[in-house]
């Protein structure tokens, strides 16, 4: 690990001028580059105390023993030239997006003689035109299918074609009209490349042309007699809509955009771009990269629009990108933009209408795509296995952890404090076998005694599991008087409560786990072990994970033990902690919303939500009940003298509300009956 201060440029050295920077490692391997308005500023950044550098940016200076750049004039110069580098280095340091599949275009090779549509992936070839990409090849041979009747452009293989050139007899495709068979000289290379050129402009939203063309055509067809004529440009012009409803309207103003959206997490991120040609969707594409540097949205979008057009140019770059958020320096990509388009390219966030709502589409696709791909990380059995095995290499344990439970604290600044506990098992989620707990034992806001607490309280329980089942005669640690968790399986209502079982079956917290983790640092795994300690258990490894820096804490260890970003170990580690992080808060927030909407009303035993609404609707507000006699309470529907009895005990139990102050004067404002009046 090199120190970065042994490779500090000295001071005044570096210019104070747009540029791109290289850093390399000790064996001269590029392994970051980066771009700057002003090098001396950003170059400062990384030479500063290491503590406070983003982890990912301190192990990126502390693997370098170097640091070099380039004077460039304008920042769109410097944006290019970054672009080429990580393209030329294939920096370890820099995120790369890659395809999560090899999306199939529709391609046209105008740089032959004649034609040919075809299915294209891969790189992109000079004098070729391509359109999508597409989901599926099947999408685009049926959208060629439809549309050959119109655009009865070549589709054969340069093998088939010189054969047919050779025997003087077109393919099948020839003989039922769908290919103009320039092949045996039925149409020149002039009409076979307008054709072309017809299908290009077709492809790439100037439809309404062709098809008020069509119809045209078709209405004198039928004013002549030339009914058969007239039936086939009917048909035509139907396959020509068939092939447009393929990718529905989207932009009512016929808009040429791409729409970029990002969704990420600590590691990862995922990138979908939908390309709107004519106000429809032509086609669609995503990637997913590791943040392998400290990144936010905004870099993000950046790298993504250099690594979407940076081999593009002219009407492959569309006059409208949207995205999600814009660059650092928004003119510049702006400007190199128009510079590969060769006209003004607007770069925006899209704000309100139509726009908008495609964007939230585009958004919800990137969550999606960025899911589908942890679940396929994470189903992937030899992968889950490769997981468990790391764990239990780094936590040195003797088999790795079939079974792992973790723990999350969460609270709203010290109010409605709850706990959860989610399992693991061979690497999957168990959601059966979720708990969650209310911290009892105390009030406020102290997360390392909440975890003492929770873990205390799960392992309790299953001590007396395991005496109620007689697998041992007695049990010394269970005679605490410790509460009972309030648990609760699943997803299910936050607030109904497990039956307990009187069958004597092994259930709930008969279990225990080879692992438990909990979300946090040294205090919080310190009182972890402890809680388990104090109940003489002492074959469950226990470890924490740490949020802002990814580090897995053992107890009694000061330092940290620090996985691999590639590990699977940690992956997994960070999927179990993040669960118990969303189980822990969707039941905080129930219960605060809870507690928000109670009533005093709610005390009252036997009154429902029906009455409860009669009553309010009929005095207008639980103050005015609240004054109400129990006459007047009766006169309310479905309401019994003994009812209004409990409903007027329980308002009078209530404690009324502090006086209103004006902040003015500082006199008390009274309410009375009909408002307020000081």
Request: glycine share 8%; aromatic share 6%; with cysteine.
């Amino acid at each position: 690990m090199a120190d970065p201060s042994s490779y500090r440029p000295k001071p005044g050295q570096i210019p104070d001028s747009p540029g791109v920077y290289k850093f390399r490692d000790e064996h001269r391997r590029v392994i970051y580059v980066g771009k700057a308005k002003s090098l001396r500023q950003r170059l400062a950044n990384y030479f500063q105390d290491l503590a406070g550098l983003h982890p990912r940016t301190r192990t990126m200076v502390t693997t370098a023993a170097s640091v070099e750049w380039t004077v460039v004039t304008t920042e769109v110069e410097a944006l290019q030239l970054e672009y080429s580098w990580i393209k030329e280095f294939d920096p370890r340091f820099n995120v790369k997006y890659r395809d999560d599949k090899s999306y199939p275009y529709l391609a046209v090779t105008l740089n032959e003689e004649y034609p040919r549509v075809q299915v294209m992936r891969g790189a992109k070839k000079k004098g070729v035109r391509y359109f999508g990409p597409y989901g599926h090849a099947w999408a685009i041979r049926e959208t060629v299918d439809l549309m050959l009747r119109v655009f009865p452009v070549r589709t054969c293989s340069a093998g088939v074609f010189k054969n047919a050139t050779r025997t003087g007899r077109p393919c099948l495709l020839g003989y039922i009209g769908k290919c103009s068979a320039p092949c045996v000289g039925r149409v020149t290379p002039e009409e076979h490349r307008e054709l072309a050129d017809d299908f290009c402009d077709f492809m790439a939203g100037r439809t309404g042309t062709y098809i008020r063309r069509l119809e045209k055509d078709m209405m004198a067809a039928a004013e002549e007699m030339e009914y058969e004529r007239a039936a086939r440009l009917r048909d035509d012009v139907e396959a020509l809509k068939r092939a447009m409803e393929k990718s529905a309207v989207v932009l009512a103003d016929a808009t040429d955009a791409d729409l970029i959206a990002v969704a990420e997490d600590e590691l990862e991120a995922a990138v979908q771009i939908f390309h709107v040609r004519g106000g429809r969707v032509r086609g669609q594409r995503g990637w997913v990269t590791d943040k392998v540097e400290a990144v936010d949205t905004s870099g993000l979008v950046e790298h993504a629009l250099q690594q979407l057009y940076g081999e593009e140019t002219g009407d492959s770059v569309p006059k409208e990108v949207l995205v999600p958020a814009l660059p650092e320096d928004p003119e510049a990509v702006s400007q190199w933009l128009a510079d590969r388009r060769g006209s003004q390219v607007s770069l925006r966030i899209p704000q309100r209408g139509d726009k908008k709502d495609l964007m939230v589409t585009v958004q919800r696709n990137a969550q999606q795509a960025l899911g589908l791909h942890k679940t396929k990380r994470a189903s992937d059995l030899t992968t889950r296995s490769r997981a468990l095995e790391e764990i239990a290499e780094a936590l040195g344990l003797d088999t790795a952890p079939l079974r792992i439970e973790c723990f999350d604290i969460s609270h709203l600044q010290g109010d409605d404090v709850v706990a959860s506990m989610v399992v693991f098992e061979d690497g999957l989620a168990r959601k059966s076998e979720y708990r969650r707990f209310q911290i009892k034992g105390f009030e406020g806001q102290d997360d390392v005694r909440s975890m003492h607490e929770v873990i205390g309280r799960r392992f309790r329980r299953y001590l007396q599991e395991k005496e109620r089942t007689g697998e041992w005669e007695e049990s010394p640690a269970v005679s605490g008087a410790v509460p009972a968790p309030e648990t609760v399986a699943g997803d299910g209502d936050p607030f109904d409560n497990e039956p307990r079982e009187d069958d004597g079956r092994p259930k709930r917290f008969a279990y225990p786990p080879q692992l438990v983790v909990v979300d946090g640092g040294q205090p919080q795994v310190a009182a972890a072990k402890r809680a388990l300690d104090e109940l003489g258990i002492d074959d469950i490894a226990v470890c924490g994970l740490a949020k802002r820096l990814e580090e897995v804490w053992l107890p009694d260890d000061d330092d940290p033990v620090v996985l691999p970003r590639s590990s699977e170990g940690l992956y997994l580690l960070q999927r179990v902690r993040d669960e118990a992080h969303r189980f822990a808060i969707t039941y905080q927030r129930a219960k605060r919303a809870k507690r928000i909407r109670s009533s005093p009303l709610d005390a009252v035993s036997g009154l429902g939500e029906t009455r409860k609404q009669a009553l309010i609707k009929h005095f207008g507000s639980v103050k005015k009940l609240k004054q109400a006699t129990i006459d007047e309470i009766c006169e309310v529907p479905g309401i019994g003298r003994r009812t209004a009895e409990s409903v007027a005990v329980a308002l009078a139990s209530t404690t009324p509300a502090a006086p209103a102050v004006n902040t003015a004067t500082g006199e008390i404002i009274e309410e009375d009956d009909g408002g307020s009046t000081s």
